[in-house]
C-alpha cells in the first residue's frame, strides 16, 4: 500500500479577481478528461431564436444524483441563450472617470437600503429597480439580434452587468449589443470584458441616460424563505417582474452552453421565483431593493418541453453578488477575470462519493502537494465533497492564492492535503 509522500511547499500562483473564488475558462474544444478547470455535469441546451426548436435536440442524460440534485431534474440550462439571458449584479455610485482602468476601488458602494425597513411591498422594489434594469439584445454568430437578455445598471459611468451567454455571440462574430432601457431608449454597447467560467460580463454604453445605478445588497444574509424579486426581460418580454422566495443558499450547480462548449460552475443561490429564458443577467432583489444575485439558470425536467430550454418550473440559480462584486472588479481593472485551479482533473464515481483525481498537471499546485492520479477527495476545508462539481464550485469559491485543506483518500487511507490555488483566466 502506497502512503502519501511528503507535502512539499506548493508554488504561488498568480493573483486574480468566478470559486468566488473567484469563473470554465474559455476553451476552444471541449477537453477530453473532465477538468476543475472546465467540468459538465448536467448537459444542456444552449437558447434557440424565438419559437425555433434546436435542431436534433436529445433529452439531456440523466445525472447521477448527488446531495444537491433531485431525481426529476435531467438538466440546469443557462436561462438565455439565443432566446434569452441577462445577469444582474451589483450597483455603485460615483464612480470616477477612471473606473475602466480602477475597478470598483473609486466607486462608493451603496450600503443604504433604498427602500423604509417596514416597506415589504413588491410594488415598491419594483418601482425602485426597474429604472435599473434593462433589456439587453445582442447579435450571435448566425443572426443578427438573436439573442435577448437581461441586464442591471452598475453606475453613473454607464457599466452594465449581466451573464457571459447572452453576448458571447456577438463578441466572438463581431457583432452589436443594444441596450433598452426601461423606458425604450436604445443605446449600442462595447463588450468591457467577460468571463466563461463565473458568466459574467460588464457592458459600457456611452451617454446613458435617465437611469439610476442598482442597489447592491448581499448573499450573505439570506435565509432560506425569505421573499425576493426577479426583473428582467423574459421571452423578450421587457420590465417583468416575478416573486418568490430563496429557496436554497450555497447549491452547487453547473451550467452549459451547447453554443459554445463551455461550462460554469455556480455557488447558486436557488429560489422559485419565475425565471423563463430572456432572464438571464437580470437582477435577483431582496424585499429592500437590493441586488443579491445575477439570474443564470434553471433546472428542466426531461421531457417536459418541445424545446431545448424549457420553462419556469420554479428552480432557478442566481450568481451570489458577492461573487459578482469580485469578478466585475477585475474585469474592470484588467479587461479579464480570473479563477483558481489546483492544476489536477478530477471525474465523479458512480458508486462511491467524491471527486476522483484522473489527471496531476506537473509544476501544479495539486503535483506540488502530492496528489496523485487515483486519489479521492472527499472533503474540502472541512466540507464533504459528493463529486466533481462539488469540488470545483467550493474551489471558485475562493481566491488565487488562497490556501485550502483537502480530505484525501488513497488506498483506503485518509490524509488533510494542504493546497494553494493557482490562477487562470477564463
Known amino acids: 500500500m502506497n502512503d502519501f509522500p511528503s507535502e512539499p511547499t506548493a508554488p504561488t500562483g498568480p493573483q486574480p479577481g468566478q470559486v468566488p473564488p473567484p469563473p470554465a475558462p474559455p476553451a476552444s474544444q471541449q477537453p477530453a478528461q473532465p477538468t476543475a478547470e472546465h467540468t459538465a455535469v448536467l448537459p444542456t441546451y444552449a437558447g434557440q431564436p424565438f419559437g425555433t426548436p434546436p435542431q436534433g435536440a436529445k433529452d439531456p442524460q440523466k445525472p447521477r444524483v448527488a446531495g444537491w440534485v433531485w431525481p426529476s431534474v435531467a438538466a440546469v440550462a443557462l436561462v438565455a441563450g439565443i432566446v434569452g439571458g441577462a445577469i444582474g449584479g451589483a450597483a455603485y455610485e460615483n464612480l470616477d472617470s477612471s473606473s475602466g482602468s480602477g475597478g470598483l476601488s473609486a466607486v462608493s458602494i451603496e450600503t443604504k437600503a433604498p427602500l423604509p425597513a417596514a416597506n415589504g411591498s413588491i410594488a415598491a422594489v419594483a418601482q425602485k429597480v426597474l429604472p435599473s434594469t434593462v433589456q439587453i439584445i445582442a447579435d450571435t454568430e448566425s443572426e443578427e439580434q ?32 443594444t441596450v433598452v432601457t426601461s423606458t425604450g431608449k436604445r443605446y449600442q454597447a462595447e463588450i468591457v470584458g467577460r468571463t466563461e467560467a463565473y458568466d459574467l ?16 445588497g448581499t448573499s450573505n444574509d439570506l435565509q432560506v424563505g425569505e421573499g425576493v424579486v426577479a426583473i428582467g426581460s423574459p421571452l423578450g418580454l421587457a420590465n417583468t417582474v416575478t416573486t418568490g422566495i430563496v429557496s436554497a443558499l450555497n447549491r452547487p450547480v453547473s451550467t452549459s452552453g451547447d453554443a459554445e462548449d463551455t461550462t460554469s460552475f455556480i455557488n447558486a443561490v436557488q429560489t422559485d421565483a419565475a425565471v423563463n429564458p430572456g432572464n438571464s443577467g437580470g437582477p435577483l432583489v431582496d424585499m429592500r431593493g437590493r441586488v443579491v444575485g445575477v439570474n443564470s439558470a434553471i433546472a428542466t425536467v426531461a421531457g417536459s418541453s418541445t424545446g431545448g430550454q424549457g420553462g419556469n418550473i420554479g428552480v432557478a440559480f442566481a450568481i451570489p453578488v458577492e461573487q459578482v462584486r469580485v469578478t466585475v472588479d477585475e474585469i474592470l481593472r484588467d479587461g479579464e477575470a480570473s479563477y ?48 466533481n462539481a462539488s469540488l470545483i464550485v467550493a474551489i471558485r469559491a475562493q481566491m488565487p492564492g488562497d490556501t485550502v485543506q483537502l480530505t484525501v483518500k488513497r488506498d483506503g487511507k485518509e490524509r488533510a492535503v494542504k493546497v494553494k490555488l493557482d490562477a487562470k483566466v477564463g
Open 146 to 177: 438573436g439573442a435577448t437578455g437581461s441586464g442591471f445598471v452598475l453606475d453613473r459611468e454607464g457599466h452594465i452587468v449581466t451573464n457571459n451567454h447572452v453576448v458571447a455571440g456577438a463578441d466572438h462574430a463581431g457583432g452589436r449589443v
Open 340 to 387: 483558481p485551479v489546483i492544476g489536477a482533473s478530477v471525474s465523479s464515481g458512480p458508486d462511491e462519493d467524491g471527486a476522483h483525481v484522473e489527471a496531476v498537471t506537473p509544476g501544479s499546485p495539486a503535483a506540488g502537494a502530492g496528489l496523485e492520479k487515483g486519489d479521492l477527495i472527499t472533503g474540502i476545508n472541512g466540507h464533504a465533497v459528493t463529486d
Open 201 to 216: 460580463a460588464v457592458l459600457k454604453v456611452k451617454g446613458l441616460e435617465g437611469v439610476t445605478p442598482a442597489a447592491l
